[in-house]
């Protein structure tokens, strides 16, 4: 656990950067591994930094029992300050070796950072700062060496033995006890150091670089999972091929590993050429894995490995930087997807994640640049911000540039850096370099906090035959915004005639017809565009593709959003229409208006059935409301009860009004051929999913038997869940039967129980609450698993606001518990958990008060983790009313 006095934390500031005053050239580590008492002999060869002021060697370390500390061979004189948890060592040469000991005690720790213990396996994870809780370090990425690490223990509980780079050497040692030596020839960042100790099976494979290096694949799960890691293979082959194609990229060592296991804080993590992988990204099979579980895997996979380049061969020279190597690797994971996959669904599906889980942190009291300005705890920083928006602002090049030009960019990005600890800027000089273009205003998306608005208007001009359309620009009030200026967005747009169909675009002055979709670059507070040959009337689709990570404000007609829900060109911006079409809807329900478009809604819904055969997958993104939860993203005060009633009331009228088409769908998308994860199969059976779920929604006659026999004659994960699912959060009959067989049926696996505990939180009701306490009692939940604390307590508190929002405070009561306690136990999950109260303010003053009570006792919690009390800080400052 890192320090926790008692007054409030400094924030590192990004303009503080210094340059380290030693670099460390090669690090020898040994381990003598035991899970309650690990020993670890580091020795580290240091120089002198001559391009810095001389400072004596200052070293991280946390948690740490010190045992020795030496220079060259001979004892050092050192200075060991607990309070910020540094040691300090005197009289070091330019050059010399710096020898250290220390003890450290896995079992305890419950944060699973640093060294630590899961299942019967010992494994690290070091990614930020947990490297310093390991061994002394100076332990900030831009210190790069090469390391050689020797790992003994017992042979009987740890048969495999792995750290990065090449094995060097193995053998035996006394009282049954054996050693592994590995080297790796890269010079990493510390954040990029692991070791895995324990007993698991292997599945072996190999690929072949198209140099022809022959590379050994090999994956390692406890030894009852060896069955489920086929598919995480696969993808791992599949992304290996994407990226020397796409990118010119190759895999540089002789061995990747990846290694899966359960107790895990976050998704997976890039160590070179040994990745650590939350259980879940990595194994799937046909009986409990579903399709999404699938896609997920394949694209956490490619992440993890993509990294190899984009982080680890270039990394980031502090972790303000984090999003050179995060937004860049999102981007390309999600560009694998599209190739892999269906590139419209998926820029919906990253779309609508961004809106939903990095808008609220855009508008919250955590709002930060995706490179933040300063920090507390660095681990609160791995956002949707510096992630998903982070990628599109990566995506942004590429549209300026063109896929061409953002690749010349990325080749001079590696010709440049490889090797070398950079900056978001090195990054945006390869790319305008790269290319000849002018990308200095494009650096204000590093600086600005919130997501930014685009005003759109268009007019006909009668005396020129032009049509016009105005764009307008604003950031959102902030302090950190004041001095940014203008920002470079690029605009995709086109246009519709009265069929629907594309029209040329065309600016005033051009001789030729231009292309169906035109992108637009404003670089000004405003700008006017003129379009020649265009009618007068003609339907304007903006923001194509979604090309800026802006929220556009345009006036549709209800009407014009149904055609372009129906017709556009580009599957986002149908998506995007439908969206607004149903959002419109719901308004005026949740305001009580009788007067609303729900005619047109249905009429559209009813299109899209119809027309499903082409595209079903794409149909089923079509076919859904917006949450309860992206519903009240926009309302000020939030009233929850009349956002879900009206929620409840449209799916029921849509359910009723389209029953015919949605049996008839139900029927006809039964499957056909060969089961597959993908392709046709899988989006045949999401969108038969959908149906159900509708039908169930408009409270059909045999919904409940439907759902019963989707669920016990389910062959897949996919509809057993989605059947599961149906029934539960619809109380339909026959849902206590199912939720007793699920639990039987897979009371042994970890994973599957984790949705069967997610089901029951996400009911929209308010007992659920209830089930969520009686739940925690559960033999399959732990509060020190942060899977399970995810899907029971996360979902509940992040998925389910009508029971989260109970009126008498039985929900918030709930987390503030929990929360009190995974400070304790794992502050970095307990973090996350906390952000449920962001919007405190944004509520009726009965719930505001209590979740207010609830930030203030965690405020005045003894010895509260920097990590919370960051989160809990900011919510309680906050002043936007949400
Ligand atoms: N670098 C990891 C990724 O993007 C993220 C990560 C994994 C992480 N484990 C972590 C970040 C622990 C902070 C702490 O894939
Ligand atoms: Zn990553």
């Known amino acids: ?30 381990f003598d591994l035991d899970a309650t008492e690990t020993r670890v002999t580091s020795r580290m060869s240091v120089r002198r930094n001559p391009e810095v002021d001389a400072e004596p060697l200052t ?42 000991e220390v003890v450290v005690h896995p079992e305890r720790n419950t944060a699973l950072e640093g060294l630590y213990k899961s299942g019967a396996m010992l494994l690290t994870q070091c990614e930020a700062e947990g490297f310093r809780k390991i061994t002394w370090f100076p332990d900030r990425p831009d210190v790069m060496a090469t390391y050689r690490v020797r790992l003994a223990g017992d042979r009987e509980r740890f048969p495999v ?64 999972n060896i069955g489920q890691l086929d598919h995480a293979m696969e993808s791992l082959k599949k992304s290996m091929a994407w990226d020397e194609e796409r990118f010119g ?12 296991t359960h107790d895990f804080n976050m998704g997976a993590m890039e160590n070179k050429s040994l990745n650590i992988f ?51 690797t999102v981007f390309r994971d999600q560009e694998f997807t599209a190739d892999m996959r269906s590139p419209g669904v998926k820029r919906i599906q990253d779309v609508s994640d961004l809106m939903a889980r990095q808008f609220p942190e855009d508008a919250g009291p955590m709002a930060h640049p995706v490179r933040p300005e300063r920090y507390v705890e660095i681990n609160n920083f791995y956002t949707a911000t510096v992630y998903e928006k982070g990628a599109q602002v990566v995506r942004m090049y590429e549209t300026l540039l063109g896929r061409d030009g953002f690749r010349r960019g990325m080749d001079l990005y590696f010709e440049r850096h490889d090797g070398q600890a950079v900056t978001c800027d090195d990054f945006r000089r390869a790319m305008a370099d790269a290319n000849d273009a002018d990308l200095e205003q494009f650096e204000r998306w590093y600086r600005q906090v919130g997501t930014p608005t685009v005003e759109a208007s268009t007019r006909y001009d009668e005396s020129a035959g032009e049509l016009v359309l105005e764009l307008a620009q604003r950031l959102p009030e902030h302090p950190d915004n004041r001095n940014i200026g203008a920002l470079m967005i690029p605009v995709k747009v086109g246009f519709l005639d009265t069929d629907n169909r594309p029209l040329p675009v065309t600016l005033s002055g051009e001789s030729e017809a231009g292309p169906e979709t035109r992108l637009l670059v404003l670089t000004d507070e405003k700008a006017e565009y003129r379009f020649r040959d265009l009618p007068a009337d003609a339907l304007p689709s903006l923001l194509r593709d979604y090309s800026a990570p802006v929220k556009l404000d345009y006036d549709w007609s209800s009407r014009d959003l149904a055609r372009l829900a129906g017709f556009d060109s580009d599957p986002f911006s149908r998506w995007r229409a439908m969206r607004r079409l149903s959002e419109r809807v719901l308004g005026d329900l949740i305001e009580g208006r009788d007067e609303h478009d ?33 519903l009240a993203q926009d309302r000020d005060p939030v009233d929850i009860e009349a956002i879900h009633a009206a929620r409840v009331e449209l799916l029921g009228l849509l359910g009723r009004r389209l029953e015919n088409a949605l049996r008839e769908r139900f029927d006809t998308l039964a499957p056909t051929g060969e089961w597959s994860s993908e392709g046709p199969d899988a989006a045949r059976r999401r969108l038969r999913n959908v149906a159900l779920g509708l039908l169930a929604s408009g409270g059909c006659d045999d919904a409940a038997e439907w759902a019963s026999k989707h669920y016990d004659g389910a062959d897949n994960m996919t509809d057993r869940l989605a059947a599961f699912r149906t029934l539960v959060h619809h109380e339909l009959e026959g849902a206590q039967d199912a939720l007793a067989d699920f639990e039987q049926r897979f009371a042994d696996d970890q994973l599957v129980m984790d949705k069967w505990f997610a089901v029951q939180a996400t009911r929209s009701d308010e007992r659920a609450v209830d089930d969520v306490r009686r739940l925690m009692d559960h033999a399959a939940f ?83 983790s920097p990590d919370i009390e960051e989160i809990v800080t900011a919510a309680l400052k906050d002043r936007s009313g949400g």
């Not at 500031?13 to 030693?22: G, H, N």
Request: hydrophobic content about 40%.
């Open 782 to 864: 732990r509060l020190n698993n942060p899977n399970k604390v995810r899907s029971l307590i996360g979902a509940f508190a992040m998925m389910n606001p009508v029971a989260f929002h109970r009126a008498d405070g039985a929900g918030y009561k709930l987390v503030g518990e929990v929360l009190d306690k995974l400070d304790d136990i794992n502050p970095q999950v307990g973090a996350r958990l906390a952000t449920s109260f962001n919007r405190w303010r944004a509520y009726d003053d009965k719930r505001s008060a209590m979740m207010k009570e609830q930030l203030q006792k965690l405020a005045a919690k003894k010895g509260l």
């Open 598 to 630: 729900a005619e047109l809604l249905i009429e559209a819904w009813a299109a899209v059935l119809d027309g499903s055969g082409e595209d079903p997958a794409l149909a089923a993104e079509l076919l859904s409301l917006p949450s309860v939860g992206e």
């Open 59 to 100: 070293l991280s370390g946390a948690g740490l029992e010190t045992k020795r500390v030496e220079i060259d061979g001979e004892p050092a004189k050192f200075d060991e300050r607990g309070a910020d948890e540094t040691l300090v060592v005197e009289g070091v040469p330019e050059r010399a070796e710096v020898t250290t």
């Open 161 to 224: 033995l792995l750290s990065n780079g090449n094995c060097m050497e193995t053998g035996e040692l006394d009282d049954g006890r054996h050693f592994a030596v590995w080297n790796d020839p890269f010079p990493k960042p510390s954040y990029l150091f692991a070791i895995v100790a324990g007993e698991l099976s292997e599945l072996a494979d190999t690929f072949t670089t198209r140099s022809g290096r022959e590379v050994a694949l090999k994956f390692y799960s406890e030894p009852e």
């Open 1 to 30: 656990m890192s320090a926790r006095g008692d007054q409030p934390r400094t924030p590192v500031l990004r303009q503080e950067y210094r340059p380290p005053a030693w670099w460390v050239d090669h690090v020898e580590l040994e």
């Open 278 to 328: 939350n259980a879940r990204y990595v194994l799937a099979d046909r009986e409990t894995a579903t399709d999404a579980d699938y896609e997920a895997i394949e694209s956490v996979i490619a992440h993890e490995y993509f990294h190899n380049w984009t982080g680890n061969r270039v990394t980031c020279r502090d972790w303000f930087q984090l999003t050179l190597k995060e937004g860049l």
């Open 249 to 260: 990229l190759e895999y540089d060592l002789d061995v990747f590993h990846v290694v899966a």
